[in-house]
């Protein structure tokens, strides 16, 4: 089964999201980004960075961060599912806003998560949205134990995004225009491929406008 580094919005639920996974299997595997450096998180801070900073691999200009608050847990598999999830929301920041919508980190992925984020992409550079501030993601948390399927593990959880700090605008005109991923609470589903490595297979909006 190939690999799935971005998540995709979607209105299925997670019992859709596995099925999904499971059909997918037996299809040819798309290479899949990995970015250069340290995979390691971000220091919180309470504003943005006045320098260049370096977030799971990915050089992020002054003015713009990414704060990941949460505590990693004790297990090593929960840790991995964390760690794997932090990394690729901060993979479609650095595609959509560093790169300006530059969909080469996008296309090595597998559809449907490859389709939505090209469409977000396109939306970025179409509208000349760029996004500064301050971004900050918390509470990850698991919302069971780690399970198996046919294809491999699955997990499940919610996070918070706190997008209050951070300002999207039009490049060209300075003027300020709706979130691309608005703050909220977000559910997302994860697949662990039989290389060993955890890929999100799922992103939604969860039921709360904050956290």
């Not at 998540?7 to 299925?12: E, H, K, N, R």
């Not at 699955?154 to 709706?178: E, H, I, P, Y």
């Not at 909220?184 to 039989?194: A, I, L, V």
Request: aromatic share 8%; with cysteine.
């Amino acid at each position: 089964m190939g690999r799935r580094m971005l998540a995709s919005i979607l209105t299925g639920g997670p019992l859709a999201a596995m099925a999904l996974l499971a059909a997918a299997c037996g299809s040819a595997k798309p290479g899949v980004f990995h970015p250069a450096g340290s995979a390691g998180t971000a220091i919180p801070s309470a504003s943005a960075s006045a320098s260049a900073s370096r977030i799971a691999g990915f050089l992020f200009p002054p003015g713009y961060s990414l704060v990941f608050s949460t505590q990693m847990p004790a297990s090593a598999n929960a840790r991995s599912v964390v760690q794997a999830l932090e990394k690729q929301q901060a993979a479609v920041r650095y595609a959509l806003f560093v790169k300006a919508g530059d969909d080469e980190y996008l296309r090595l992925t597998e559809p449907p998560a490859t389709q939505f984020f090209q469409a977000m992409a396109g939306k970025v550079r179409s509208g000349h949205i760029g996004e500064r501030g301050v971004i900050t993601y918390s509470g990850i948390t698991l919302s069971g134990p780690i399970y198996k399927f046919p294809s491999g593990s699955g997990a499940g959880g919610t996070f918070c995004l706190d997008a209050g700090s951070a300002r999207d605008f039009n490049t060209r005109t300075g003027k300020a225009v709706s979130p691309v991923m608005p703050g909220g609470s977000y559910q997302f589903n994860m697949h662990k491929d039989p290389g060993g490595a955890w890929m999100v297979a799922q992103v939604q909006k969860g039921s709360a406008s904050s956290c």
